[in-house]
């Protein structure tokens, strides 16, 4: 089948979506069509590094409420669609992510370092995968001397090895190693 279309067949993209994408976003709601709050921070599981959702600010009553990734149907480079206003809540009735909201878990400026203990750099940003809101790459910045060498670093959610409050940890990274100087066999 290879790539080929299929009619009646339903595709489903996902998408990577850095984190400048997912902030700051209007949430529209289907049933009236109109925007019913903005979405202003990530919730992150940082046991799982997955965005549990986002807090927001109520257009009505101006007050803080919380969409759960799973409410959203749909990311439009409008904002955020929901079904209606009501799956918006007080971020006191979810008893299951109190324990996450509570550790406040911010992923950008976060300090890097491998296994082995050299500094690698803080995260500069992020990339989501929609689908699941799990966040599949970090972006690290280097310090200024470094980042004349090997500028900034994307690193893959499978070379964490551990978070925690203060630092992520990575596998250690390879280093590039120079090529050797050949001489060419009509000069030798």
């Not at 995260?123 to 060498?149: G, P």
């Amino acid at each position: 089948m290879g790539g080929a279309y299929l009619p009646g067949t339903r595709y489903t993209v996902s998408m990577l979506q850095l984190s400048g994408a997912l902030q700051n976003k209007p949430v529209m709601s289907l049933r009236t069509g109109t925007q019913v709050a903005v979405a202003s921070a990530p919730i992150f599981n940082p046991n799982n590094l997955k965005v549990e959702g986002f807090y927001c600010t109520d257009r009505f009553e101006k007050k803080q409420l919380v969409l759960l990734y799973q409410d959203i149907r749909d990311i439009i480079p409008q904002g955020f669609v929901v079904d209606d206003h009501d799956v918006l809540v007080d971020a006191d009735e979810l008893i299951r992510l109190k324990d996450v909201m509570k550790l406040s878990f911010e992923l950008i400026g976060k300090q890097v370092e491998t296994v082995s203990k050299h500094k690698v750099g803080k995260v500069s940003d992020y990339a989501t995968e929609t689908t699941t809101m799990y966040v599949q790459k970090i972006y690290v910045s280097q310090s200024l001397l470094k980042s004349f060498t090997g500028g900034s670093l994307s690193i893959d959610r499978n070379q964490i090895v551990e978070i925690t409050n203060r630092r992520i940890i990575i596998n250690d990274l390879v280093q590039p190693t120079p090529a050797p100087a050949t001489v060419p066999t009509a000069l030798a």
